[in-house]
């Protein structure tokens, strides 16, 4: 079974550009997560979607950042425009969502790792 | 409010060795806790979880925790280190009924 897929890996940009991140879910997963991983930190979540909508993007800085998951499916995080403070590591990870009857164990992509010059 | 707490941001072990990696938690109700492993460049790995079944949890690669309600702990341990097991391993909590992750802050691992 494939994993959570994410790309780029890596992206060097420079800062006031735009930038964008892809997700693609486990299959059958209905829940996706967008996480920013700053170094020597542990993740934070940045916005959650339930299948197409996006049910907690409380934590999303809304003035630079967006998130779409169109078809329920694979997702898109796009900052625009980056700034220094964005270089990170953006998780993307997924689950079957709540009601399953058990934990909801989330699974990781690799991330990619944004450098803004 | 839940919150994780791992002490030591770094732990050197020599091949062999036991391992040990400290997680302590704060939760106001029955938590749900994990084991995250992330090797250098890429995403983090579920090792193991706690769902209120058996308190001691067997996880991938020889990995093990035991959940302590008393001590609020969740410690990840494996009998012998290898070198294969140097990563960040992170803790996180949740509950019941929601998706909301807290993650700890990481412990690095030498071997």
């Known amino acids: 079974e494939a994993g959570v897929v994410q790309s780029p890996r890596y992206k060097i940009i420079e800062k006031k550009q735009p930038v964008a991140f892809w997700c693609n879910p486990i299959s059958g997963h209905n829940t996706l997560y967008w996480y920013l991983q700053n170094l020597g930190q542990g993740p934070e979540l940045l916005i959650r979607y339930e299948n197409e909508e996006a049910v907690d993007d409380s934590q999303l800085p809304k003035d630079r950042f967006s998130a779409e998951r169109l078809k329920g499916v694979d997702s898109t995080l796009k900052i625009q425009p980056a700034e220094l403070g964005d270089s990170a590591v953006y998780l993307c990870?997924?689950?079957f969502g709540l009601g399953t009857g058990e934990t909801d164990t989330q699974y990781f992509g690799p991330g990619t790792r944004l450098t803004v010059l | 409010a839940q919150s994780v707490t791992q002490l030591g941001s770094h732990v050197s072990v020599s091949e062999g060795a036991l391992v040990l990696l400290r997680c302590n938690y704060s939760s106001s109700v029955p938590p749900y806790l994990f084991w995250y492993v992330q090797y250098p460049n890429q995403g983090l790995q579920l090792l193991l979880k706690y769902t209120s079944a058996a308190t001691l949890v067997k996880g991938i690669n020889g990995f093990e925790a035991e959940f302590k309600k008393s001590e609020t702990s969740f410690h990840l341990t494996k009998p012998s280190a290898h070198m294969s097991d140097a990563a960040e391993y992170f803790c996180?909590?949740?509950?019941?009924?929601?998706?909301?992750?807290?993650f700890g802050t990481g412990t690095r691992l030498k071997v």
């Open positions: 996180a909590v949740s509950t019941s009924g929601t998706y909301k992750y807290i």
């Open positions: 990870a997924s689950s």
